[in-house]
């Protein structure tokens, strides 16, 4: 008895949502259907270095790009990073090279003692060149007015 109620149970539920048997199927089949290229690491580190450096770009284009880059599960290659700081200065927005620095600071994340100094050695000349300051020396990876905790000497 309780089978038979637990079934037209189901039953109901199904039909009132609209899942019957064929769309069931359908949904799968869709769901495991991935048949996309697949992008190399070099064909994805020349596509943004070449999307950056494009002469014409402006800035909303190079937002996008950076936020697009910056949403990934990625740290970018230092080419990736430099053509970025490029355009930034093409585009005139300092401020923007800042947070593009601090954004790819961040997506190191936990391992930022081991990744954030070898992407600074490699961009160094790059900064050098365009006169950008790293974020550190600017002061901003310290807050202007914390207190001092508690527990600190």
């Not at 038979?4 to 039953?11: E, N």
């Amino acid at each position: 008895m309780f089978r038979s109620a637990a079934t037209q149970l189901v039953k109901v539920a199904r039909g009132s949502m609209g899942l019957t048997v064929p769309r069931l199927g359908a949904v799968a089949a869709v769901r495991q259907s991935h048949g996309g290229p697949v992008e190399t690491d070099e064909e994805f580190d020349a596509r943004y270095e070449a999307y950056f450096s494009r002469p014409d770009i402006d800035g909303w284009q190079l937002r996008k790009g950076m936020n697009d880059i910056l949403g990934m599960d990625l740290v970018p290659e230092p080419k990736i990073i430099i053509a970025g700081l490029k355009a930034c200065r093409r585009v005139n927005d300092f401020a923007l090279a800042i947070r593009w620095l601090e954004g790819v600071i961040d997506k190191c994340g936990p391992k930022k003692p081991e990744i954030y100094p070898y992407l600074l050695s490699e961009i160094r000349p790059t900064l050098d060149e365009l006169g950008i300051n790293t974020p550190e020396e600017l002061g901003y990876n310290t807050p202007e007015l914390a207190l001092k905790s508690v527990w600190e000497d």
